[in-house]
């Protein structure tokens, strides 16, 4: 075993912001089928408040990519303009927000996307979702990877900021359509963004229409309940793998940069809060040191 040296710098001195964002530079990693890729929901207890470690909502398990985001999605097949993914099963006017990883082949990377209303919808009634998806850490690299409904003339509207800083996008579906959409690439182990339903491009109008449950999908079929309320943003924080949960960098080694790390954020949540209790403290550190070394 390796002897435990830190860095004599202060560790107050970096920001955790800066710190998390040099952890999500280096977590490149493959990924296997979306098997152990981890995802930890928080949510603001109101718009604005920020207060994401005291609304840990719970952890999701990314779905399995396959091989593209369209096999996955399958827009328009059989249900025309809609998803027809077999990961889950849409429900009627809710939004469903998930996370899929690819095989690896591709450099590992993690999707995030939304699916409004669903194919079993009763009333089909169309609706209407107003939603902005920002990069936190890193603060930039989102893409639109997959529109539904990608045609200009269907009324949808995408927005990517400057880097890939965020998505902005503006969807209405008719009462013929069963569902609305997308996927956004880009994220990686470390990685945190943030979702909220927010005014995009017309006041006139509020950012949420025809929908009246929100929920976070997982691989294991479980879902986590969010709150639908306009611009009470949801935080999605990718994790480690759960067999080396100390690997706070996510470079297959768990060493003085991760306790740099977890020591930056003392006191804090964040992607050092191994037991998502909401503050990194010494059971996390205990948690880190047990997984000394390389991980399996």
Not at 45 to 64: K, L, Q
Not at 120 to 130: P, W
Not at 142 to 169: K, T
Request: charged share 20%.
């Amino acid at each position: 075993m390796r002897s435990l040296s830190l860095p004599q710098r202060p560790f107050r001195s970096l920001s955790p912001m800066r710190l998390v964002a040099l952890a999500a530079v280096a977590c490149a990693v493959d990924v296997a089928a979306g098997q152990g890729v981890r995802v930890r929901i928080s949510q603001e207890t109101a718009p604005g408040a920020g207060d994401f470690g005291a609304g840990i909502v719970g952890v999701i398990n990314a779905f399995p990519l396959g091989a593209s985001v369209e096999e996955f999605y399958q827009y328009g097949t059989p249900q025309p303009a809609s998803f027809n993914g077999s990961a889950f099963a849409s429900r009627s006017n809710t939004a469903h927000l998930f996370v899929a990883a690819n095989d690896g082949k591709s450099g590992g990377s993690i999707r995030v996307g939304m699916v409004f209303d669903g194919l079993t919808d009763a009333d089909f009634a169309g609706g209407r979702a107003e939603t902005r998806v920002t990069a936190i850490v890193p603060d930039a690299g989102l893409s639109l990877d997959l529109a539904d409904d990608p045609s200009d003339n269907s009324g949808d509207r995408y927005v990517v900021g400057s880097d890939g800083a965020f998505v902005a996008s503006d969807q209405r579906w008719a009462p013929t359509v069963r569902t609305d959409g997308y996927v956004l690439g880009g994220l990686a182990c470390g990685s945190v963004v943030h979702v909220a339903f927010t005014e995009f491009d017309d006041p006139e109008s509020p950012p949420i229409g025809g929908l009246d449950t929100f929920l976070a999908m997982s691989s294991d079929g479980s879902t986590l309940p969010l709150a639908l309320v306009a611009d009470r943003r949801v935080q999605l924080e990718v994790l480690p793998p759960e067999s080396c949960v100390g690997d706070l960098t996510c470079d297959g080694l768990v060493d003085n940069v991760d306790v740099a790390t977890m020591l930056s954020f003392w006191g804090y949540s964040g992607i050092s809060d191994i037991d998502g209790d909401g503050t990194t403290d010494s059971n996390d550190l205990s948690a880190l040191l047990g997984d000394w070394g390389e991980c399996p």
